[in-house]
T-cell receptor, first 113, second 113 residues
């Protein structure tokens, strides 16, 4: 049982480039989340999903897109990278009908230059 | 605005002492208040959580105190150990539906041996 896995661990992007951050969980959780963590700012919710085919915006969705075609996978897409998207990105998952613990992945450190 | 304010930003405590971190929230609809612990290079992990129907919850050396009327809650770490050195985040959410966590800004705790 690997829990929540994220790839890549680190990435450097040039302004305007695109990339997809991968997130997979093997706990059969319905709920999945993407957060970004900036120094001194805590974690902020970007997008979340309550099940395959269902996604919704969180607090800071601008510049990002998501999809959820399976229960296990919840990729985060950056279309036109900007320096403001330099951050550490965490994917999390939880059971539904809570409250249940959100299990976080190890994070992806992204730098946009 | 759904905001959670956390203080202090950083805290240094001697081994064996008591570490206290405070949080305040604004949204009275929040009904679940977890604390997450994060070690460098790792994702956050649930430490302890409380619902507003109780004023205190204790798990080992960790205690949450909750003051519903003041909309404040705090984490107390008794007999603090060097292994407790980490960043701590308070959070708040509504249990019903997707549990969209609203995080505080985080407290970097250092326990000196």
């Amino acid at each position: 049982n690997a829990g929540v896995t994220q790839t890549p661990k680190f990435r450097i992007l040039k302004i305007g480039q695109s990339m997809t951050l991968q997130c997979t969980q093997d706990m059969n959780h319905n709920y999945m989340y993407w957060y970004r963590q900036d120094p001194g700012m805590g974690l902020k919710l970007i997008y979340y999903s309550v099940g395959a085919g269902i996604t919704d915006k969180g607090e800071v969705p601008n510049g990002y897109n998501v999809s959820r075609s399976t229960t296990e996978d919840f990729p985060l897409r950056l279309e036109l990278a900007a320096p403001s998207q330099t951050s550490v990105y965490f994917c999390a998952s939880s059971l539904s009908g809570g409250p249940y613990e959100q299990y976080f992945g190890p994070g992806t450190r992204l730098t946009v230059t | 605005q759904q905001q959670v304010k956390q203080s202090p930003q950083s805290l240094i405590v001697q081994k064996g002492g008591i570490s206290i971190i405070n949080c305040a929230y604004e949204n009275t609809a929040f009904d679940y208040f977890p604390w997450y612990q994060q070690f460098p290079g790792k994702g956050p992990a649930l430490l302890i959580a409380i619902r507003p129907d109780v004023s205190e919850k204790k798990e080992g050396r960790f205690t949450i105190s909750f003051n519903k009327s003041a909309k404040q809650f705090s984490l107390h770490i008794m007999d603090s150990q060097p292994g407790d050195s980490a960043t701590y985040f308070c959070a708040a959410t509504k249990i019903q539906g997707a549990q969209k966590l609203v995080f505080g800004q985080g407290t970097r705790l250092t326990i000196n041996p």
